[in-house]
């Protein structure tokens, strides 16, 4: 019996050739994808759900009052670091007209536009999504802990606790980007004075002349959409039972599934605001007359 079983265990691995082994993994990643979107999908459902739905527990805390809990860590923690991001990238822009040697007049045009338009929402969106699960992902993964140890009753629904987050870093990133936009623009009016000796009226001048309605409206609809992924998919990475069984008290692995689970949430939401940017390049700047390009009039025949 035991022979016939080790032959037929043997005669499966042989029947499986080794060249399949990448379609195998290729399979798997896009299998744990999708269902990892899932899983995000019908948290956020269960977190709009909470807004609306009154909590059975009298000592549980409020949405809104939870809200503002998050909301002002975020952005404790959000404004030096993306003040730091946006002294680089301030100065990159100016720098650009430096060297280019072309819009030194425009050089207030060139670093307002460039960060209001586009660097403000998608730098601030990535350090917002570096930051974020260092603290979410761990602090769900102990509510999800300490829930199958007490039982449910021992903490908020995952809706609930979701929920303030998600509100929090939907509000927190679009603040976090118009500062950065500030701090940028003020870093690239130094930075012209000193090099090329742009002066402050030229700069702001132009600044003003060049900047659109619009390019306001898409900082703060895209600095929206980059903060709710990133909390959802830190949220979804804290909220999975898979996770939290695996960081059981003692087991010497704990360290590792929580490094594991905020690397990959920050990876993902990274990878998404990519996406939703290039997105919104493609089917906004490209497809929308309006949202074309303002800094240079198309070549006439």
């Given at each position: 019996m035991a022979l016939g079983t080790s032959m037929n265990a043997s005669a499966t691995q042989s029947e499986t050739p080794g060249w399949l082994a990448p379609i195998g993994w290729l399979g798997w990643l896009v299998v744990g994808t999708v269902g990892h979107l899932g899983a995000t999908a019908a948290l956020l459902v269960s977190a709009a759900w909470a807004f609306v739905r009154p909590s059975d527990d009298a000592d549980d805390v409020g949405m809104w009052s939870a809200t503002l809990t998050e909301l002002s860590w975020m952005l404790c923690v959000g404004c030096p670091l993306v003040a730091l991001v946006h002294v680089a990238m301030g100065s990159f822009l100016s720098l650009q007209a430096y060297y280019g040697s072309t819009f030194v007049d425009g050089t207030g045009a060139v670093v307002g536009v460039g960060l209001l338009r586009?660097?403000?929402?998608?730098?601030?969106?990535?350090?917002?999504?570096?930051?974020?699960?260092v603290r979410v992902v761990?602090?769900?993964?102990?509510?999800?802990?300490?829930?199958?140890a007490d039982g449910p009753e021992s903490a908020p629904s995952p809706g609930r606790l979701a929920g303030s987050r998600l509100l929090a870093a939907a509000v927190a990133t679009p603040l976090l980007s118009l500062w950065g936009f500030v701090v940028g623009t003020l870093v690239g009016w130094q930075s012209s004075q000193s090099l090329m000796g742009v002066p402050s009226e030229m700069f702001f001048m132009m600044f003003v002349r060049m900047i659109w309605y619009r390019d306001v409206v898409g900082v703060l609809v895209k600095g929206t959409l980059f903060g709710f992924f990133a909390a959802g998919l830190a949220c979804s990475e804290g909220l999975s039972r898979d996770r939290s069984e695996s960081a059981e008290d003692g087991s010497g692995v704990a360290g590792a599934v929580y490094g594991a689970a905020i690397l990959r949430a920050s990876c993902l939401s990274m990878a998404a605001i990519l996406v939703i940017n290039m997105t919104w390049f493609v089917l906004i700047y490209h497809a929308v007359p309006i949202y074309g390009p303002s800094l240079l009039q198309p070549p006439t025949p």
């Open positions: 586009n660097l403000a929402p998608l730098m601030t969106g990535l350090t917002v999504a570096g930051f974020l699960p761990p602090e769900l993964l102990d509510v999800q802990r300490r829930r199958r």
